[in-house]
Nanobody, 123 residues
């Protein structure tokens, strides 16, 4: 059984920091691109960041570049998203997702999804 479990979401004041975790099980973690989406109320789902460990490819959305850092611990099968200098517009449900590709082809399958963790940033 494949499982992605997010944790770390919380209520935080603007300018604060959070670290999200995505713990994976049930699939070959290192063969997948793993990353984060978010969805704010009334907005479309937004790709935040991803990492393909096998290729060394990392992506950040412009909206979070310079503030967020993604990392992967292959031994623990866990991907982290360190979020610094948080802004109210970062408020969203953050979802972890895993894709069978290496992100080089830009063909996405988004095979697996977690249930999400709520991040709320107050003004």
């Amino acid at each position: 059984e494949v499982q992605l479990v997010e944790s770390g979401g919380a209520l935080v004041q603007a300018g604060g920091s959070l670290r999200l975790s995505c713990a994976a099980s049930g699939f070959s973690f290192n063969d997948y691109t793993v990353g984060w989406f978010r969805q704010a109320p009334g907005k479309d789902r937004e790709g935040v960041s991803y990492i393909s460990s096998s290729v060394g490819n990392i992506y950040y959305a412009d909206s979070v570049k310079g503030r967020f850092t993604i990392s992967s611990d292959n031994a623990k099968k866990t991907v982290y998203l360190q979020m610094n200098s948080l802004k109210p517009e970062d408020t969203a449900v953050y979802y972890c997702a895993a894709d069978r590709g290496n992100a080089q082809s830009m063909t996405w399958y988004l095979d697996y999804w977690g249930q999400g963790t709520q991040v709320t940033v107050s003004s």
